[in-house]
């Protein structure tokens, strides 16, 4: 089957469809729940319950645009959905835009380490961080668009972004240190 018609499966409740839907994306979403998620035990909830969308929701999806797109956006809005229930975002302290100035280019931070590395890195940021880290670093999103999805400031924004890029460097660099 191609994606077409396991979609038009998925829409007409097929389960064999939802099987190969399953198998053809499970990997790739899943790595996007774990850059979101803490842990993996909060990945798996994510992952689960995003599916669970995905089949309930694919009704409404109308063949225009990326279907990976479609579905790569259910699961980073239900990772955010997770934390944001949790309250993990606060307004920016002056402390926090003291750092926004400091903040650089993305400078290679990541050439000369594994992907797990990186991921276990990123997995150890604090929520607030990883998780704008994860839509401005990895999604390309706006400071400006994930400020208002998030309803914070673009200040905000910046100066978590910054925290996570300032201690991403420290956790890789003590890897590195340790080797």
């Known amino acids: 089957m191609d994606l077409d018609e396991i979609i038009e499966g998925c829409k007409e409740g097929k389960p064999k469809a939802q099987k190969a839907l399953y198998d053809m994306f499970s990997g790739r979403l899943f790595g996007?729940?774990?850059?979101?998620?803490?842990?993996?035990d909060d990945a798996k909830d994510v992952f689960q319950d995003a599916f669970v969308k995905v089949f309930n929701?694919?009704?409404?999806?109308?063949?225009?645009?990326?279907?990976?797109g479609w579905i790569r956006k259910i699961f980073v809005n239900q990772a955010l959905n997770f934390y944001r229930y949790n309250k993990v975002f606060l307004q920016v302290s002056a402390d926090d835009l003291n750092l926004i100035s400091e903040e650089n280019s993305n400078d290679a931070l990541f050439d000369d380490y594994s992907t797990k590395k990186i991921l276990d890195s990123i997995q150890k940021l604090p929520n607030k961080q990883r998780i704008v880290f994860n839509m401005i670093e990895v999604?390309?999103?706006?400071?400006?668009?994930?400020?208002?999805?998030?309803?914070?400031?673009?200040?905000?924004?910046?100066?978590?972004n910054s925290n996570a890029k300032k201690k991403l460097r420290e956790l890789l660099y003590n890897i590195k240190k340790s080797e």
Request: glycine content about 4%; overall charge negative.
């Open 32 to 40: 996007v729940c774990l850059r979101y998620c803490r842990n993996r």
């Open 57 to 68: 929701n694919i009704i409404m999806y109308d063949n225009f645009g990326s279907f990976d």
């Open 139 to 160: 999604e390309g999103e706006s400071y400006e668009d994930v400020a208002k999805f998030l309803n914070v400031s673009q200040e905000c924004i910046r100066s978590q």
